[in-house]
């Protein structure tokens, strides 16, 4: 029987804890922030599995460091990290590699940017400015003025946004229209890979895909046929063979790990999948959607990862591209969310079974909101829509308080259409 440590906090890390403790061959799953609180939790009769969620102990080298001491990581190494830690560096991969991309500039400093943004003919509707390290998922910017284009660059290149992340550098991508998917890809050692099944991410807080952008509202899977075909799915299976196969050859494989491509069904192209980003993590809320149903299908969520991490891979006989299950979750977040959500909120309905229905904890402290993204609500089901009902199901979507005998809280805020892409076409 092994354990299992998972580095990280939220969403993202409760489904993994739950998919990879449901497996027979696991004895005891911890998750925590901390490194060595964690080890010291673990009966460390055997060096147990590290699974690391959030990307900056990967960028920081953690998974090197633990391999060096013996243990099985499901983590890249510091190396392959910096695709997601500079968007510039990923540019470079992807043009050597011949993998689709928007055409991207990569500038240095405030004057190229400058003459970039006021270079005659150019539009700010035509491109999107990127800040080139970790923004927490929030460095991106579409101007719709070449006033907030110069704003927006200004302040990257002088370190007033995002943290400071890309006060050396900023990217000018072109701007693509299409559908956006999210495909999470394990990676073994050399050409070993699986492409989990695709999701789709609603970011925008308000249904109809409107309000502010947001880590995640919300996510749906397998995405169907009728939003990405067997063509495009090849294609998609192609960028992901020359991306590999790029990393390599630029001198920073990624191994014993994820990739994580954010596609765009790009108009401009005719509708093959263009790469907008590249992670090395489980992505979040798609990790929420996926391993629920990766558990539906059969699938040994633990048996995965550690043949990934121990560079022999172990694909499942299932065919990821073609399940016969689906899955769709919902994010219960707080009012005011996400400039200043509410707190202290209690959470009712936690506890509950509700069928075919996983609750995934991430901003809650002692039964009570201590978050933006309070917890996730995932359903599975035959067909999409069954999954949907379920999901909805749970959630004490008319706030009848804690005698609904569902899952809710006062200032919840969530949204009904999750899904509306594909259900449009069931």
């Not at 491109?127 to 070449?146: E, H, N, T, W």
């Not at 489980?282 to 040994?300: C, K, N």
Request: charged share 20%.
């Amino acid at each position: 029987m092994g354990e299992v440590l998972i580095l990280g906090s939220g969403g993202r890390e409760a489904a993994l804890e739950q998919a990879i403790g449901a497996s027979d061959e696991v004895e005891r799953v911890v998750t925590t922030n901390n490194l060595q609180e964690g080890l010291e939790r673990l009966s460390r009769h055997e060096k147990p599995l590290v699974v690391v969620g959030p990307e900056a102990p990967l960028v920081a080298g953690i998974a090197d460091e633990l391999r060096a001491e013996g243990y099985p990581v499901f983590g890249v190494g510091k190396e392959a990290a910096r695709y997601e830690a500079s968007k510039s560096l990923a540019v470079r991969m992807m043009r050597s590699a011949g993998v689709l991309h928007p055409a991207t500039a990569i500038v240095e400093n405030w004057r190229t940017a400058e003459r970039y943004i006021n270079s005659p003919g150019r539009h700010p509707l035509s491109y999107v400015i990127k800040a080139d390290g970790l923004a927490g998922g929030k460095g991106v910017v579409l101007p719709q003025s070449r006033f907030e284009a110069l704003d927006a660059a200004y302040g990257m290149l002088r370190g007033k946004q995002f943290g400071g992340v890309s006060h050396d550098v900023i990217n000018f991508a072109d701007r693509h229209h299409g559908p956006e998917i999210s495909a999470m890809v394990v990676v073994g050692d050399t050409d070993e890979f699986i492409i989990l099944p695709v999701a789709q991410d609603h970011k925008r807080r308000d249904d109809g895909d409107e309000g502010p952008n947001t880590g995640g509202m919300g996510a749906y899977a397998p995405v169907p046929r009728s939003i990405m075909s067997e063509q495009q799915y090849g294609q998609l299976q192609e960028s992901v063979e020359k991306t590999l196969a790029g990393m390599r050859a630029f001198g920073a494989p990624l191994e014993r790990g994820l990739l994580y491509g954010g596609f765009m069904l790009s108009e401009e192209e005719g509708g093959k999948p263009v790469v907008i980003e590249y992670n090395v993590r489980f992505g979040d809320p798609e990790t929420q959607v996926i391993m629920p149903l990766l558990q539906a299908a059969g699938v040994d969520v633990y048996r995965l990862l550690r043949s990934a991490a121990e560079g022999s891979l172990e694909a499942p006989t299932l065919d990821m591209s073609q399940l016969a299950v689906s899955a769709l979750t919902v994010c219960l977040a707080a009012e005011g969310y996400p400039e200043s959500p509410v707190k202290g909120d209690r959470i009712w309905g936690l506890g509950e079974h509700y069928p075919n229905v996983t609750v995934q904890p991430a901003g809650i402290k002692d039964g009570k909101t201590a978050g933006g993204r309070v917890l996730y609500v995932t359903g599975t089901g035959t067909t999409l829509t069954e999954a949907a009902d379920a999901a909805y199901a749970a959630i004490d979507t008319q706030h009848g308080g804690p005698e609904s005998g569902k899952v809710g809280f006062p200032s919840m805020q969530f949204r009904t259409d999750i899904g509306h892409q594909a259900l449009a076409h069931a």
